[in-house]
């Protein structure tokens, strides 16, 4: 990760149940789909508007799946003036976010 630098912001953020596992997408990019702190399934009327706002970010969404909406910090590793990132990892704390991402993607130099 010698390339990339952390990045960290509080906000809302969707978790999105998916094919491929639980991704996670800023409201700040998807828009404002759902109010915070609370999910919705197939079942919920608005399930299908939220689902096509949020398919162009992310892998098929499960349909037998959930899509919760937090308010958390998240961290992840970027790349200045290029389009290569890590996942983003959501914590309760900005502290925690950071430990979170850095146990997961790792730097290497960190432990040189």
């Known amino acids: ?28 990019v998807a828009g404002e789909l ?3 702190q609370c999910w919705i399934d197939a079942d919920s009327p608005n399930w299908p508007a939220v689902v ?9 969404i499960d349909g ?3 899509i919760e909406c937090v308010e ?3 961290c992840r ?9 890590t996942e983003w990892v959501l914590a309760d704390t900005e ?3 950071i430990a979170e991402c850095k146990e997961l ?5 960190d432990e040189e």
């Open 52 to 60: 096509i706002a949020l398919q162009p970010y992310c892998s098929q």
């Open 1 to 28: 990760m010698a390339h990339m630098n952390l990045y960290t912001e509080f906000g809302k953020w969707y978790e999105v149940d998916t094919t491929e596992g639980t991704e996670i997408v800023p409201a700040r």
């Open 64 to 66: 037998n799946g959930q």
């Open 95 to 97: 502290a925690q976010a």
């Open 72 to 74: 958390k910090w998240g």
């Open 105 to 109: 993607y790792g730097d290497d130099e």
């Open 34 to 36: 759902m109010d915070c």
């Open 77 to 85: 590793y970027s790349a200045n003036g290029y389009m290569d990132c």
